[in-house]
């Protein structure tokens, strides 16, 4: 099990330190020790754990996951590299929008991976 430093004021946690009430350490006012949690996700730090008064709990952010419209924006290519592809489309005599071109190919990849729900 792990003691938590917590921020009072906003319920961030700021340190675990293992074992019992024995690891705590003297804080200012403004901070707590609170017990939990009782273990560690792999992978995961403070700023993936919050205390929550009400429960008195110490428990994993809960992470909600980007809307598609930011993950296809995160997806695409830049600008530049858009119209680069459908310069080369079109100097290849290839007509963008046509499932032959690389432009097509690139935008119809990230609309698939990331549909509208």
Known sequence: MYQSLVDKRNGRV?????????ARFEV????????GPYEIERGKDTSDYWYYENDREVRLVPVKPPSYDLSRRLEYKGIQDQLDMLYHDMNNGLIPGKE????????????EQYPKP
């Open 14 to 22: 700021l340190q675990f330190v293992k074992g019992g009430s024995e």
């Open 28 to 35: 200012h006012e403004n901070f707590t020790w609170v017990d």
């Open 100 to 111: 032959t071109s690389t432009w097509f190919a690139h935008v119809s990849s990230v609309k």
